[in-house]
């Protein structure tokens, strides 16, 4: 919105633009211009002075060209009929004889976004890729790509096309990257620029003379560039070497990457490499960049899962700062984990500990938790530091040492003993829920090793009924029926009570449902009791939470020098999907390609994608979250793609449904009130290839409709999400059957 008193400044500006004094003075007429331009950034409607600004543009001056070509970029949109006059003085200067004013006039008309601009930026555009100055050259090829968008999806011109593949080879290292990026934006459709053997040669010999931007960008184009024998391979990876000692992290990132993926049939040489860019990435993660530090420390992490222990001797560059910002710290203490071994432990521990008094509270539980993960290995100086953290009665710190003493004992099971030892006491200093489910858990399960258990737990059922949380409520329920079993005497009093309040006066139905099987499971009898609650606690399903096997170099050589290992794989592929990010593999491109490319790529390179038939197992992502604005934009453009109506009785609960539904995944984006006529909830799921599942839930008396779009067609993934959903409903409600 224009600033209050703006129609006074644009009649003066104009005024003294129109003075014949002034224009005769050359520094005033441009102190007049610099304060339109001034005006102008600050917020100020300076298109009143549109015409003016145009006539001044006939000057020799080059500053004050740059100055009227930067308004007309501006303005040209709101007055395209003006701006169009302005059009025959730039095609003037692409004719000028310095080089400077004829690429600024060029650049100058490649960014007018006006209707119709196309057909006079044509000719001068090819004039410009010809000319004999490099900085005109470089204009032009970024033109072309200019040009291209302003045409829409029109076809691609294969002269143009043509034009740009010769200009690789030009002199100007900086002409050549400039034609390699406007061949990706003009061939996006058909894949992107193709990289054939001449080519690759050609970028590979000119890359010591490109600056480290272009070394880097060149670098993920050569990733489409398969060698043809062993001995292209070697000969490319010699070249690259002196790359990986390079002083910009962006080139020793993308040799890196090229070396993985070209020498992924040899093992040894992508040990080799990853030795050599221990020192570059090192230096990175003690960047005072803090996003290069955080980048950095991603890719070490993600080196760590195929060689454990590579950083092992430098453990002491990953101690945390107390000025670095919380997720470095947090960054930092997961590679510590990772690196440690018989001859830093100690070292590592005591580092560690300091951090669990740090004045973050998140950042003092994540050392704990670090300190939990490596007593897997080092379970005695595990404890003890743990045992120690309980006695500062921090009600932060006690919560977590809790958790991490329940996975502990459950992983380590000879560690129990000193775990049951520590515990008496710290109930005083929780609150959290969290806090609560795991100190009640070990009660539960180790009661009779603990004196005070009983007593604890009779706590927690005085209590219930001012208990907010029910995931405690139903641990609590558990773990007194399992300590019920070895201590009956103690317990048996509190258990009747605390089922007869779950079953008569608890409103939540999973924590009344939970009371009710407990009852009728103890009718059939206390040996049933045993056999259900006292089966084997290991099973070989749960592998999965101990240490993971060495992941192959291979495994994530393409998504290394991406956000993939800042993201993680999951979360970047459904980021990717909604803000439709284009990534292009090493893959060679569709053979469509190939037939624009001109007479530089030959017939033999033709190779075509073959896409992986369609599974019909579903794997809705975890943490998908979708505003509701999204929501409601997306609903309102697609169409119905599933729905049926099922008989119902009862009442619908809305908390019990969303809990449920969170189980299995699928975020609840809105729901009506409970007990409202009609009742509405509508929810949103995404799978792990990027389908989009939205659902409207509308009840009425004695029937619940339900309705799903998706946006893509998928059969099978659709029908797999209504038997998920319709399962969930079963479970919760009261279905007819």
């Not at 670098?219 to 002083?247: A, G």
């Not at 405690?472 to 399992?482: D, G, S």
């Amino acid at each position: 919105m224009p600033y209050l008193g703006s129609e006074d400044v644009v009649k003066e500006l104009k005024k003294a633009l129109c003075n014949p004094h002034i224009q005769a003075d050359r520094l005033r007429y441009r102190n007049v211009i610099q304060r339109v331009i001034r005006h102008m950034t600050q917020g100020l409607d300076m298109s009143g002075v549109f015409m003016e600004m145009v006539k001044a543009s006939a000057t020799v001056d080059i500053v004050q060209k740059k100055l009227v070509y930067l308004y007309m970029c501006t303005y040209a949109p709101l007055k395209p009929d003006l701006a169009l006059l302005a059009i025959n003085t730039l095609c003037k200067d692409c004719s000028d004889p310095n080089p400077m004013v004829r690429g600024l006039a060029l650049r100058s008309m490649c960014s007018l976004r006006m209707p119709g601009v196309q057909e006079y930026i044509q000719q001068p555009i090819l004039n410009g890729l010809r000319d004999k100055a490099s900085y005109v050259r470089r204009v032009a090829v970024l033109g072309c790509a200019k040009m291209h968008n302003l045409q829409g999806d029109s076809e691609v011109d294969g002269a143009l096309v043509n034009e740009l593949y010769s200009l690789l080879r030009d002199q100007d290292p900086i002409v050549v990257v400039n034609c390699l990026r406007s061949l990706e934006e003009i061939l996006k459709q058909e894949g992107g620029v193709v990289i054939n053997k001449p080519i690759a040669h050609h970028l590979l010999n000119r890359m010591p003379k490109l600056d480290q931007w272009g070394q880097a960008e060149v670098l993920n184009f050569l990733l489409r560039y398969q060698p043809r024998s062993e001995e292209e391979l070697f000969d490319i990876l010699n070249l690259l070497d002196s790359f990986l000692k390079s002083s910009s992290p962006g080139v020793v990132m993308g040799a890196t990457k090229l070396f993985l993926i070209l020498a992924k049939k040899f093992p040894h040489v992508q040990t080799d490499v990853l030795v050599q860019v221990k020192g570059p990435l090192l230096a990175a993660c003690s960047s005072e960049s803090r996003e290069l530090c955080f980048a950095a420390l991603c890719h070490v992490r993600q080196i760590l899962h195929s060689l454990p222990g590579h950083f092992s001797s430098h453990y002491k560059k990953f101690f945390c700062s107390y000025s670095e910002p919380h997720y470095i710290k947090l960054q930092k203490v997961e590679v510590l984990c990772e690196l440690v071994n018989d001859e830093n432990v100690q070292q590592v521990l005591e580092e560690l500990r300091g951090y669990c008094t740090d004045v973050s509270a998140d950042f003092a539980q994540a050392a704990i938790l670090a300190i939990g993960g490596i007593a897997r290995t080092y379970t005695d100086q595990c404890v003890q530091i743990l045992t120690e953290l309980l006695g500062l009665r921090q009600e932060h710190i006690t919560t977590v040492v809790v958790q991490t003493f329940r996975d502990l004992v459950w992983l380590c099971p000879q560690c129990t003993e000193a775990v049951c030892q520590a515990l008496p006491g710290c109930e005083e200093n929780i609150q959290d829920s969290e806090g609560k489910q795991a100190l009640i858990w070990l009660l539960g399960v180790h009661g009779e090793r603990i004196p005070n258990a009983p007593y604890v737990l009779e706590d927690f059922v005085e209590n219930v009924k001012s208990e907010a949380f029910p995931a405690v409520k139903m641990e609590l329920l558990t773990a007194l029926l399992r300590l019920f079993l070895s201590r009956p005497a103690e317990c048996q009093d509190m258990l009747g009570r605390l089922l007869y309040y779950c079953i008569e006066e608890e409103k939540d139905m999973a924590v009344r449902d939970r009371g009710l099987f407990y009852y009728r499971l103890l009718l059939s009898g206390i040996d049933e009791v045993k056999r259900i609650l006292c089966s084997p606690k290991s099973d070989p399903s749960l592998g999965l939470l101990e240490d993971q096997a060495e992941r192959p170099v291979n495994s994530w050589a393409s998504d290394f020098n991406t956000l993939v290992p800042v993201y993680g794989k999951a979360r970047w592929a459904t980021i990717s999907k909604c803000h439709g990010v284009e990534r292009h593999g090493p893959e060679l491109p569709n053979a469509t390609s190939f037939a624009t490319a001109g007479p530089l790529i030959p017939e033999e390179n033709k190779e075509s994608g073959q896409e992986l038939p369609d599974s019909g197992a579903l794997t809705l992502v975890p943490n998908h979250q979708l505003t509701a604005e999204c929501f409601e934009k997306t609903w309102l453009s697609l169409q119905v793609a599933h729905q049926q109506v099922l008989p119902w009785q009862g009442v619908v609960h809305p908390d019990t449904l969303q809990m449920a539904l969170q189980v299995v995944n699928i975020q609840t984006i809105a729901m009506s009130r409970a007990g409202a006529q009609p009742w509405k909830a509508y929810l949103s799921a995404r799978d792990d290839r990027g389908c989009l599942f939205l659902t409207e839930l509308l009840w009425e008396p004695e029937t619940l409709q339900i309705s799903v779009k998706q946006n893509e067609p998928r059969t099978e993934a659709l029908n797999s999400f209504v038997s998920v959903l319709a399962t969930v409903i079963g479970t919760i409600g009261d279905l007819k059957s």
